[in-house]
């Protein structure tokens, strides 16, 4: 009895101890990282700036692989299967907070996701399409209480920080308009810049370029303070709405029981490739601001914010169209 109970005690130990030996060894492959949205998004933009200079850090490549679908949930469950040995990542946003809240029946728990680091914010826009007849947030307003329902206004996918802001703002106003959910902003942009919908609440990362263009128009920015690389932007908390403020954000996940010295070793090389000058200028491009908050921080960061958005969820009444 006491020689098994030894062997378990020796065994729990020498699996402990090895830990850190593989995690030496790590990574001596390629490490696939899952974004659950669509190529040239703001999540994807700033996935594919950080992780060539992370993948030096670390000695491997690190491939992209976008797998959209049901507001990020495809791509969750693609990691929430995956060995927890590091090669398998998620880089997800706002929708891993507010998914749980709205959906029901998921096949795998986003609570028991490894959290890594909360890595950018990107500033959010309303904007509209070039011949949308209201030049001002007030006129945007005045315009879908006069004609409700009819205003076509996308955002990058349910449950995402767009979504949720969108219907923040139109409980605010008083107004009601149709949601057009898409697997991320680039779509809903083009969408927008065809004229096949009103207006979009999606980042500056996916609005700037039709915006730059002339094939829409910004009538407000969703945060807080401007946007530096937009100032003539109004804010909506200026625009008659104070305090008004929702951004999206892009992180990194492990899977369920990543063991602690390659969480550290992922966020470690995550730092040193957000200190580097040119990763910063590229991040700056796509307006994403860097923040590479530590791994503990990060995950009382999800702790709270997905308590946060399970209140608001529940006292809005927010349901998935």
Same mark, same amino acid.
């Given at each position: 009895?006491?020689?098994? =109970?030894?062997?378990?005690?020796?065994?729990?130990?020498? @699996?402990?101890?090895?830990? &850190?030996?593989?995690?030496?060894?790590? $990574? #001596?492959?390629?490490?696939?990282?899952?974004?659950?949205?669509?190529?040239?998004?703001?999540?994807?933009?700033?996935?594919?700036?950080?992780? &060539?200079?992370?993948? *030096?850090?670390?000695?491997?490549?690190?491939?992209?692989? #976008?797998?959209?679908?049901?507001?990020? @949930?495809?791509?969750?469950?693609?990691?929430?299967?995956?060995?927890?040995?590091?090669?398998?990542?998620?880089?997800?946003? @706002?929708?891993?907070?507010? !998914?749980?809240?709205?959906? +029901?029946?998921?096949?795998?728990?986003?609570?028991?996701?490894?959290?890594?680091?909360?890595?950018?914010?990107?500033?959010?826009?309303?904007?509209?399409?070039?011949?949308?007849?209201?030049? @001002?947030?007030?006129?945007?307003?005045?315009?879908?209480?006069?004609?409700?329902?009819?205003?076509?206004?996308?955002?990058?996918? !349910?449950?995402?920080?767009?979504?949720?802001?969108?219907? *923040? /703002?139109?409980?605010?106003?008083?107004?009601?308009?149709?949601?057009? $959910?898409?697997?991320?902003?680039?779509?809903?942009? =083009? %969408?927008?810049?065809?004229?096949?919908?009103?207006?979009?609440?999606?980042?500056?990362?996916?609005?700037?370029?039709?915006?730059?263009?002339?094939?829409? =128009? /910004?009538?407000?920015?969703?945060?807080?303070?401007?946007?530096?690389?937009? &100032?003539?932007? $109004?804010?909506?908390?200026?625009?008659?709405?104070?305090?008004?403020?929702?951004?999206?954000?892009?992180?990194? /996940?492990?899977?369920?029981?990543?063991?602690?010295?390659?969480?550290?070793?992922?966020?470690?090389?995550?730092?040193?490739?957000?200190?580097?000058?040119?990763? +910063?200028?590229?991040?700056?491009?796509?307006?994403?601001?860097?923040?590479?908050?530590? $791994?503990?921080?990060?995950?009382? /960061?999800?702790?709270?914010?997905?308590?946060?958005?399970?209140?608001?969820?529940?006292?809005?009444?927010?349901?998935? %169209?």
């Amino acid at each position: 009895m006491h020689a098994t =109970r030894r062997g378990l005690l020796w065994g729990a130990a020498a @699996s402990l101890l090895a830990l &850190p030996a593989r995690a030496e060894d790590w $990574p #001596n492959r390629p490490i696939r990282l899952v974004v659950p949205f669509a190529a040239g998004g703001a999540a994807d933009s700033a996935a594919r700036a950080i992780t &060539p200079a992370m993948g *030096q850090r670390l000695g491997q490549s690190i491939v992209v692989e #976008n797998r959209t679908g049901a507001s990020g @949930s495809v791509g969750g469950a693609a990691v929430a299967q995956a060995a927890p040995d590091g090669y398998t990542l998620l880089w997800d946003a @706002s929708s891993h907070l507010v !998914n749980p809240a709205l959906m +029901k029946g998921l096949p795998f728990d986003y609570a028991r996701f490894t959290s890594v680091s909360l890595v950018v914010t990107f500033p959010g826009v309303l904007a509209v399409k070039q011949d949308f007849p209201a030049r @001002s947030v007030a006129e945007f307003v005045a315009l879908a209480k006069a004609k409700p329902g009819t205003i076509s206004v996308g955002t990058q996918g !349910n449950a995402t920080a767009g979504h949720i802001g969108l219907l *923040q /703002f139109c409980r605010r106003a008083g107004i009601e308009v149709i949601h057009a $959910p898409y697997r991320g902003g680039a779509e809903a942009a =083009r %969408d927008l810049a065809a004229g096949s919908i009103d207006a979009v609440f999606i980042t500056t990362v996916s609005a700037g370029p039709i915006v730059d263009s002339g094939r829409a =128009r /910004f009538l407000a920015a969703t945060t807080l303070a401007r946007i530096p690389s937009r &100032p003539d932007v $109004p804010t909506l908390a200026e625009s008659g709405y104070p305090g008004f403020d929702s951004n999206e954000w892009a992180a990194l /996940f492990g899977p369920y029981d990543l063991p602690p010295p390659i969480t550290a070793r992922l966020h470690q090389a995550l730092a040193a490739a957000l200190a580097e000058e040119g990763v +910063k200028q590229r991040l700056a491009q796509i307006g994403a601001v860097p923040v590479g908050s530590a $791994p503990a921080e990060f995950a009382r /960061f999800v702790r709270e914010g997905r308590e946060q958005m399970a209140t608001l969820v529940r006292e809005a009444g927010i349901r998935l %169209d």
